[in-house]
């Protein structure tokens, strides 16, 4: 990308991306942070391992909707900007939110409970499937060409920060101001409420962010046709390889992240609280080194952080996860759930900023957005319900070898992404 002038307002602008970014996903995870709780206030009362496995399905039935969100948003953004987009995006989910916190439950309607759940986070991953693309490449187009691989890592500093958000509300709670039985009769209520409530202020700063400089640039010079059948057939190895790319990324992150907490309760035995005060400070270091490897990938380039993923990633997954299962405390869990975040941190600092610079500007919304949510719905959004299926049949290490199979995946993957640093590759790849 060419350099352009910077937006009138950028400070303002990247505080508007992030900030959005980060209650979107908050609103995204804290129905797994609070399933724990709610699970039987929505599905029949008799097998609590059956409560989890249906929650865990309705939470794949969000990703499915996650390429359609992809497909609608990135058009959206390619087309009538990346702040438009972005605006309608917190709308979706603000909504799911709003819906889910005044569902009434399974003992007062019946099948109509689980259906209302289904819905809102039909909602909410039609929004999160748009999210993605569109922050990705809002983010790295007004960054300075020199630092996108910093600017576009808050990205994930903001998708697990609204996660770590989700955990700190569920710790907060759990140890200070409410019993169990609170949180499981209306207690993970006010988790919802806050989000939809946090999503209503994010609207209002998303409307007074600046459009990216690529994009007005794209809009006021001869614009270029956008839309699918453009994407495909111009750019068809650059969709193919951030869909490889996110099946590693997608299983790692959602097996180390959002399926780590139950793994902790069901697997290794430790107490509700602890394990989502376990996994909290977890995400704590796994923050922190994101803008670190971010910055790294701005002076090495962004491929050694890729192959240090997967490489390490395909050799140390399977005693990851068996050494966190035979965890004899929270201390040594901590210390092994951070050796994991170190690892898969690779290629999420610079997963932003890879995809985008991919696509020329009247497709990268489109281009980042669509194939990663496509990986999202048929391996991200299955992670837990896969794990729980291999757990309930018997074979609960046959998951660990699944998540290093998809981060293998995602090593051969790398072999043919260009390396797209300005100071390794100056011209754009198109």
């Given at each position: 990308?060419?350099?352009?002038?910077a937006?009138?307002?950028?400070v303002?602008?990247?505080?508007?991306?992030?900030?959005?970014?980060?209650?979107?996903?908050?609103?995204w995870?804290?129905?797994?942070?609070?399933?724990?709780?709610?699970?039987?206030?929505?599905?029949?009362?008799?097998d609590?391992?059956?409560?989890?496995?249906?929650?865990?399905?309705?939470?794949?039935?969000?990703?499915?909707?996650?390429p359609?969100?992809?497909?609608?948003?990135?058009?959206?953004?390619?087309?009538y900007?990346?702040?438009?987009?972005?605006?309608?995006?917190?709308?979706?989910?603000?909504?799911?939110?709003?819906?889910?916190?005044?569902?009434p439950?399974?003992?007062?309607?019946?099948?109509?409970?689980?259906?209302?759940?289904?819905?809102?986070?039909?909602?909410?991953?039609?929004?999160?499937?748009?999210?993605?693309?569109?922050?990705?490449?809002?983010?790295?187009e007004?960054?300075?060409?020199?630092?996108r691989?910093?600017?576009s890592?808050?990205?994930?500093?903001?998708?697990?920060?609204?996660?770590?958000?989700?955990?700190?509300?569920?710790?907060?709670?759990?140890?200070?101001?409410?019993?169990?039985?609170?949180?499981?009769?209306?207690?993970?209520?006010?988790?919802?409420?806050?989000?939809?409530?946090?999503?209503?202020?994010?609207?209002?700063?998303?409307?007074?962010?600046?459009?990216?400089?690529?994009?007005?640039?794209?809009?006021?010079?001869?614009?270029?046709?956008?839309?699918?059948?453009?994407l495909?057939?111009?750019?068809?190895?650059?969709v193919a390889l951030?869909?490889?790319?996110?099946?590693?990324?997608?299983?790692?992150?959602?097996?180390?992240?959002?399926y780590?907490?139950k793994?902790?309760v069901?697997s290794a035995?430790?107490?509700?609280d602890k394990a989502?005060?376990?996994?909290s400070?977890?995400?704590?270091?796994?923050?922190?080194?994101?803008?670190?490897?971010g910055?790294?990938?701005?002076?090495?380039g962004?491929?050694?952080?890729?192959?240090w993923t997967?490489?390490m990633?395909?050799?140390?997954?399977?005693?990851?996860?068996?050494?966190?299962?035979?965890?004899?405390?929270?201390?040594?869990?901590?210390?092994?759930?951070?050796?994991?975040?170190?690892v898969?941190?690779?290629?999420?600092?610079?997963?932003a900023?890879?995809?985008?610079?991919?696509?020329p500007?009247?497709v990268?919304?489109?281009?980042?957005?669509?194939?990663?949510?496509?990986?999202?719905?048929?391996f991200?959004?299955?992670?837990?319900?896969?794990?729980?299926?291999?757990?309930?049949a018997?074979?609960?290490?046959?998951?660990?070898?699944y998540?290093?199979?998809?981060?293998g995946?995602?090593?051969?993957?790398?072999?043919?992404?260009?390396?797209?640093?300005?100071?390794?590759?100056?011209?754009?790849i198109?």
């Open positions: 990308m060419s350099a352009k002038p937006p009138r307002h950028a303002r602008s990247v505080v508007g991306g992030s900030l959005g970014n980060l209650v979107e996903w908050y609103d995870y804290v129905y797994s942070a609070f399933s724990l709780y709610f699970a039987k206030s929505f599905f029949p009362q008799d609590p391992t059956a409560q989890l496995l249906s929650t865990s399905i309705v939470f794949a039935i969000g990703f499915v909707m996650r359609l969100g992809g497909w609608v948003l990135g058009l959206a953004a390619d087309k900007g990346r702040k438009a987009a972005l605006t309608w995006s917190i709308m979706l989910m603000c909504a799911g939110s709003l819906i889910i916190t005044c569902s439950t399974y003992a007062s309607i019946g099948i109509w409970a689980p259906i209302l759940l289904t819905v809102a986070r039909m909602a909410q991953g039609l929004s999160l499937g748009g999210e993605f693309g569109t922050a990705a490449t809002y983010l790295t007004i960054a300075p060409p020199e630092k691989g910093f600017w890592s808050f990205q994930y500093v903001t998708l697990i920060a609204g996660q770590l958000l989700a955990l700190g509300l569920l710790v907060l709670l759990q140890f200070v101001f409410l019993t169990e039985a609170q949180l499981e009769e209306w207690g993970w209520r006010f988790a919802f409420a806050t989000g939809a409530v946090l999503a209503v202020s994010v609207f209002w700063l998303r409307r007074g962010i600046d459009e990216t400089p690529d994009f007005v640039e794209e809009s006021t010079g001869e614009r270029k046709k956008g839309g699918f059948l453009t495909i057939r111009e750019h068809p190895k650059q951030v869909f490889g790319l996110s099946i590693g990324s997608n299983v790692s992150f959602y097996a180390f992240t959002t780590m907490q793994y902790l069901a035995g430790f107490a509700k989502s005060l376990v996994c400070a977890a995400l704590i270091f796994y923050i922190v080194i994101q803008p670190m490897l910055a790294l990938s701005d002076r090495v962004r491929k050694p952080l890729l192959y997967w490489v990633g395909v050799l140390t997954t399977v005693p990851l996860f068996t050494a966190i299962g035979a965890a004899g405390s929270g201390t040594a869990a901590f210390f092994l759930i951070c050796a994991a975040y170190l898969i941190s690779g290629s999420s600092a610079t997963s900023v890879v995809k985008a610079e991919m696509f500007p009247h990268r919304a489109l281009g980042v957005g669509l194939p990663y949510a496509i990986s999202q719905a048929f991200g959004g299955t992670a837990e319900s896969v794990a729980l299926g291999f757990k309930s018997g074979y609960e290490a046959a998951f660990f070898w998540v290093a199979g998809c981060m995946v995602a090593l051969v993957t790398t072999l043919f992404v260009p390396e797209t640093a300005p100071r390794k590759a100056p011209q754009r198109a």
